[in-house]
């Protein structure tokens, strides 16, 4: 392996800029040549030629002829519009692409550098900019990661489960595909207002809104009580265990008596080492994936002991919990 090539920030960036420029979807309506390509991105035509010629060296693009280009099976990528949310350097793919400059504070302090980069912390900046928070919400639903598979399991099944809380809940996407696929169930969304008020359209979507409640507040406050089953997406490795603590109190607290509270994503079985590191959850927000092991502690000061805990057909890991 080359160090050099390892180490190279050139070619990330580059693609960065040919995806927020929109290369590929100009080079699919037949716009080619470099100086007209230069003109429907707005950019400069001799910068964007080095930059170009820069990516079809490293595989990514064609240049059959001098000066003009093409697609390939790799620039293809660039035409998938989730793609497009994680690398368009205009919105929230310049965050996180931004953020990484503050990797060597975050390893000097233990503490995300996103604040210092942007000026606010990850979620404050998000609040105070709707447009970013936006294609956030995008990156994390449909748009970003596919439809979610509603086929929890859980043990004992669903026949007991009558409402479902879903903490965290983004759109609503997955919380959508639950009440699809059980026409009995009634759902709670609970997330910011702002997330909260672009789900409408999903669960109207899925014919499902006249079963589900919208509760915009944080998961750091009291949750809605009494359902009978509580859902964690996503949400623990996205926080430090101080806040995943507190998230997972409020779970129990809500909970209470009879309750369960499931998570999907975040914890991942003892033998396998632990969760690969999310370097940029690091910078972004502190938060971290956890074994099996660590989860159990954290859920015992919340209130919570684990059920059951098992990887399901698709791969995902899912643990149950039961307050105590």
């Known amino acids: 392996m080359n160090i050099w090539e390892l180490g190279d920030l050139c070619t990330p960036w580059c693609v960065h800029v040919a995806a927020t420029l929109r290369i590929a979807n100009h080079i699919e309506a037949g716009v080619t040549r470099i100086d007209a390509l230069a003109a429907a991105s707005g950019a400069n035509t001799d ?13 990514l693009f064609e240049e059959p002829a001098p000066g003009s280009f093409a697609l390939n099976e790799p620039a293809r990528e660039l035409l998938d519009s989730a ?17 990484w400059s503050g990797l060597l504070s975050t390893v000097r302090t233990g503490k995300p550098a996103y604040r210092e980069i942007f000026g606010r912390p990850y979620w404050e900046d998000l609040e105070a900019h709707p447009e970013i928070a936006s294609k956030f919400d995008e990156l994390m639903g449909p748009a970003g990661h596919g439809t979610p598979d509603p086929d929890v399991r ?10 479902v809380v879903d903490v965290g809940g983004g759109t609503g996407a997955l919380l959508a595909e639950i009440l699809r696929a059980r026409p009995t169930l009634r759902g709670t969304l609970v997330d910011q207002p702002a997330t909260v008020a672009r789900s409408r359209d999903m669960f109207q979507a899925a014919g499902v809104a006249d079963r589900v409640t919208l509760t915009a507040q944080s998961f750091f406050d009291p949750l809605p009580a009494g359902a009978d089953l509580y859902l964690l997406k996503s949400v623990l490795s996205d926080w430090p265990d101080p806040e995943a603590a507190l998230i997972l109190r409020r779970c129990a607290e809500a909970a209470r008596p009879a309750g369960r509270v499931v998570l999907l994503n975040g914890v991942s079985p003892d033998e396998t080492g632990g969760p690969p590191p999310d370097v940029l959850m690091m910078v972004l927000v502190g938060g971290k994936g956890r074994t099996l092991t660590e989860f159990r502690e954290l859920a015992r000061t919340a209130g919570l002991e684990i059920h059951a805990a098992g990887r399901e057909p698709s791969g995902r890991f899912v643990v149950e919990c039961r307050p105590v």
């Open 154 to 163: 859980l043990a004992g099944g669903w026949e007991s489960v009558r409402t």
């Open 83 to 99: 793609v497009l949310l994680g690398f368009d350097l205009d919105s929230f793919g310049g965050r996180m692409a931004h953020a």
């Open 47 to 59: 910068f964007l030629h080095r930059v170009l010629r820069h990516l079809v060296a490293k595989g």
